[in-house]
């Protein structure tokens, strides 16, 4: 793959990972020439996703979409683009397993909601804040209080 740098030919492949169960893989590559270094992210290529918005409308499901708010959320927290991209790529290999090319915005809000809280609390709350729209302080404490009780279980 060219360098995307200085458009050299060749750039070396430095690390691989598995980014969910083999189902993709994230390179770090590096150019032997400028030395610039980039990720490139290898996966299945799938029938697209269908997402079912709130006022009915469906368009294609765009994991860039759903990273770039998770990156927002997860601004100066320690949860780290891997760990993003691994949660992008559970919730995609959850939708194919139903076998059902639709599915809704909120179920995917429930989704993304699920995995971050035990990654971050920070995060979580900024996540769900935008997307359940807290009406007002008290039901966004309440929703504190959860995940403050959903911790406690799961170290118990
Ligand atoms: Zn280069």
């Given at each position: 793959m060219k360098c995307i740098q200085c458009s050299s030919r060749d750039t070396k492949v430095i690390e691989s990972r598995d980014v969910n169960e083999g189902e993709a893989i994230r390179r770090r590559r590096s150019c032997p020439d400028c030395g610039f270094r980039f990720t490139t992210y290898e996966r299945i290529e799938r029938q697209q996703i269908i997402v079912i918005k709130n006022n009915s409308i469906r368009e294609l499901f765009k994991r860039d979409k759903l990273l770039a708010g998770l990156y927002r959320a997860c601004?100066?927290?320690?949860?780290?683009s891997l760990q993003l991209e691994r949660l992008v790529a559970d919730i995609e290999h959850q939708i194919y397993a139903c076998n059902d090319q639709e599915v809704t915005t909120m179920l995917i809000g429930e989704m993304v909601m699920d995995r971050l809280a035990p990654l971050d609390e920070v995060a979580y709350v900024r996540f769900a804040s935008v997307y359940?729209?807290?009406?007002d302080i008290a039901s966004f404490e309440r929703e504190l209080l959860q995940i403050r009780e959903r911790k406690v279980k799961s170290i118990a």
């Open positions: 601004e100066k927290t320690p949860v780290t359940r729209r807290f009406k």
